[in-house]
């Protein structure tokens, strides 16, 4: 089946530690995304790569890192510096569309982060 | 001022009824418009692309208005399995790329 996937679904994590949560994607999409939703607010965007090897800071950067080192995965990790870190992260993947515009953007299942 | 916004809701409403949601948004030069659809706890999934003269897909039918900057979604003849939260995504280029914007959400609650 083709598709993204997320794991774990649900991660808990003590305040202070580092946890990194994986993205895969089989859809031979170029570009990818992470996200993190919160209750009642829209979905907001952390990181995106358009291509292996790059990676461009979204609207809420701090406190998070990414590597692009192969197209199908997109790792994303919540390091202590992240002050409010419990969430659900999304993660998504998208074609280039024409003259540089995006194509539709498909999610995976998301993780649910709680930091204890 | 939010770059999309949205009713909140909830919006409750029996099985049969048609329901209407609007969203606006803040940026003139937004290119590519969008509904989503978020189950609880899920993820989102595309709705239907927003275009310009209209569009209808079954049950469902996308307005833009690019001079008022409003988007609106009719649901005719509602089932129980439409009950879910309903985002407005607007596509923008930022910074030489294209990104979304996610509004908060609508959510519709449909009753037997």
């Known amino acids: 089946d083709g598709g993204i996937t997320q794991s774990p679904k649900y991660l808990f994590r003590k305040e202070g530690q580092n946890v990194t949560l994986s993205c895969e994607q089989n859809l031979n999409h170029d570009a990818m995304y992470w996200y993190r939703q919160d209750p009642g607010q829209g979905l907001r965007l952390i990181y995106y790569?358009?291509?292996?090897?790059?990676?461009q800071k979204g609207d809420i950067a701090e406190g998070y890192s990414v590597s692009r080192e192969k197209k199908e995965s997109f790792p994303l990790t919540v390091t202590s510096a992240q002050k409010n870190p419990t969430a659900f992260y999304l993660c998504a993947s998208s074609t280039k569309g024409l003259a540089g515009s995006m194509g539709t953007q498909y999610f995976g299942p998301g993780t649910r982060l709680t930091v204890l | 001022r939010k770059e999309v916004e949205q009713d909140p809701g909830p919006f409750n409403v029996p099985e049969g009824a048609t329901v209407a949601f609007n969203c606006t948004y803040s940026n003139s030069a937004s290119q590519s418009f969008f509904w989503y659809r978020q189950d609880c706890r899920k993820e989102p999934k595309l709705l239907m692309s927003?275009?310009?003269s209209g569009n209808e897909d079954g049950r469902f039918t996308a307005q833009l208005n690019r001079a008022s900057q409003y988007i609106s979604l009719l649901i005719r003849d509602s089932k129980l399995s439409d009950s879910a939260t309903y985002l407005c995504v607007v596509n923008i280029a930022s910074g030489g790329y294209n990104k979304l914007i996610f509004g908060a959400g609508t959510r519709l609650a449909v009753h037997p």
């Open positions: 927003v275009y310009s």
């Open positions: 790569s358009q291509i292996v090897n790059d990676f």
